[in-house]
C-alpha cells in the first residue's frame, strides 16, 4: 500500500510564482525524501529530510517535515518552465533497518507556464 | 560514469512469454531495485538487494524473480507475463552507508503485455 499522499495531484503555475507540494504518511519514518521525473525519465533525488529535522534548504528548494502530523511540504521558490515535472515525496519507514526500502507517495504533477 | 543502466528501454511481450530485464550500474553501490511505476501512481518496489547476495521482496513481488548476479548487475524476470505486468520499470541503486539515502534510478523500460 501507498505510504504517502500527495496534494495537490496536479498544479499549475506561472513562471516565477512559487510551487508548495505536500505529502502526508502513516509510519513512523527514519528520513523523508523528495524526488522529481521529468516526463519519460528515471527518479532524480532532490532533498532529504531526517525525522529530527523541521526544515531543510537546498538552493530553491524549501522542505518542511512535520512529525506529529506526518506530513511534509516541498516549496520551490521563484519556478522556472524546467521545473516542470512530477515530484514524488518517498519514506523510510522506522524498522526498515539499513536496506533503503523507500514507500513512494502517488505525485505531483508540476507545469510551469512561461 | 554511466550510473544505472537499463536494457532493454521497451519491450512488448504476449501474454505467457517470459522475459529479463536487466539493469546494472558503475557506481559501487551495494543496494539494488526493482519498482513498477503505473499510470498516475507512484512507484511501488517489488524485489531489492540490500548487499550482494542477498534478494528480499518488496511491496508488489508476484509474478517476479530477481537475480543479483554480482554487484554491478541485479536482474527482473517474468516467468510468464500478464497484462497486469504492463507498466514502466525502473532498477535504482544505492551505496547503503549510514549517512548514504539517495537513490540513484535508471531510465526506465517500458512493458507492454497484450
Known amino acids: 500500500s501507498q505510504q504517502g499522499e500527495e496534494d495537490p495531484q496536479a498544479l499549475s503555475i506561472q513562471e516565477g510564482e512559487n510551487a508548495t507540494m505536500n505529502c502526508s504518511y502513516k509510519t513512523s519514518i527514519n528520513n523523508l525524501q523528495w524526488y522529481r521525473q521529468n516526463s519519460g525519465r528515471g527518479l532524480v533525488h532532490l532533498i532529504l529530510?531526517?525525522?529530527?529535522?523541521r526544515e531543510k534548504h537546498s538552493g530553491r528548494l524549501r522542505v518542511t517535515l512535520d512529525t506529529s502530523k506526518k506530513s511534509s511540504s516541498l516549496l520551490i521558490t521563484a519556478s522556472r518552465a524546467a521545473d516542470t515535472a512530477s515530484y514524488f515525496c518517498a519514506t523510510d519507514a522506522t524498522g526498515s533497518g539499513n536496506t533503503g526500502k523507500l514507500i513512494f507517495g502517488q505525485g505531483t504533477t508540476l507545469q510551469v507556464k512561461p | 560514469n554511466a550510473g544505472v543502466t537499463q536494457t532493454p528501454k521497451f519491450q512488448v511481450l504476449k501474454t505467457g512469454q517470459s522475459m529479463t530485464l536487466q539493469c546494472a550500474q558503475d557506481m559501487n553501490h551495494n543496494s539494488m531495485y526493482w519498482y513498477r511505476q503505473d499510470p498516475g501512481m507512484g512507484l511501488r518496489l517489488i524485489y531489492y538487494?540490500?548487499?550482494?547476495?542477498?534478494?528480499d521482496k518488496g511491496e508488489v513481488p508476484n509474478g517476479y524473480n530477481v537475480s543479483r548476479l554480482n554487484k554491478r548487475e541485479f536482474s527482473l524476470r517474468l516467468e510468464s507475463a500478464a497484462p497486469s505486468q504492463t507498466s514502466v520499470y525502473f532498477c535504482?541503486?544505492?551505496?547503503?552507508?549510514?549517512?548514504?539515502?539517495?537513490?540513484?534510478f535508471g531510465p526506465g523500460t517500458r512493458l507492454t503485455v497484450t
Open positions: 538487494s540490500a548487499s550482494e547476495g542477498t534478494t
Open positions: 529530510i531526517r525525522s529530527n529535522e
Open positions: 535504482a541503486s544505492r551505496l547503503s552507508g549510514r549517512h548514504s539515502y539517495e537513490q540513484y
